[in-house]
């Protein structure tokens, strides 16, 4: 899964250091070796827990790593609460973490004055703040990826410029009123007066 949200930074520390995904979406960045005790630390809550996104698996209960285990360079790790533990990875849970990854990811490089661009594109429902619940019918829809790091490939796109984008529509829109109009003028034909229109 590293991969898929591999950083480019050129600093040291960057390169060196563990990625943490914080509860309130946060992306930190704890240089090695660094254990899970001390990450957790810096969390406003002590139920929460810290997962290796290498061992996120659909279907499966998320893995909790041990308060002395240690972070590895560049990988990344989400910090979940404690009730996240008592049910399975849902398609819709993939989805959200894999999102809530982008975005962290994004803001963290515009902080740094990287001006990237990421397109996030959730096939999925991502209002399901990894629920346990019915209503996201869009398990039942899909084709529910094994792995973290498969979804992870469909959520992340290369960007299109916005405003460019616009500016074609608007163009393409445009034109087609352009045509419509000599189309309904061409149609039109002179009416006399005293004509009786059927």
């Given amino acids: 899964m590293g991969s898929c949200f591999s950083s480019e930074a050129s600093d040291s520390v ?3 250091a563990a990625k943490v995904i914080s509860i309130n979406g946060a992306l930190r960045e704890f240089p090695v070796p660094v254990t899970v005790s001390h990450v957790l630390q810096y969390e406003s809550t002590s139920s929460c827990f810290l997962c290796n996104s290498d061992k996120l698996f659909f279907d499966q ?19 979940l609460p404690n009730t996240k533990l008592q049910y399975p990875l849902t ?18 490089s515009k902080g ?4 990237k661009k990421i397109r996030v594109s959730p096939l999925l429902d991502a209002s399901c703040e990894f629920p346990h619940q019915q209503d996201c019918t869009q398990d039942q829809e899909i ?56």
């Fill in 14 to 16: 960057t390169l060196s």
């Fill in 61 to 79: 209960h998320i893995p909790a790593l041990n308060p002395n285990d240690h972070l590895q360079v560049g990988q990344i790790y989400f910090v």
């Fill in 91 to 108: 398609a819709s849970d993939m989805a959200a973490l894999a999102v809530k990854a982008s975005i962290a990811m994004v803001q963290a």
């Fill in 112 to 115: 740094k004055g990287r001006r």
């Fill in 143 to 198: 084709i529910r990826p094994k792995r973290f790091d498969k979804i992870t490939t469909a959520i992340l796109s290369p960007a299109v410029s916005r405003s460019g984008s616009v500016r074609r529509l608007q163009r393409n829109a445009s034109s087609r009123a352009k045509l419509a109009i000599r189309s309904f003028r061409m149609r039109l034909s002179t009416i006399h007066e005293g004509t009786v229109v059927e």
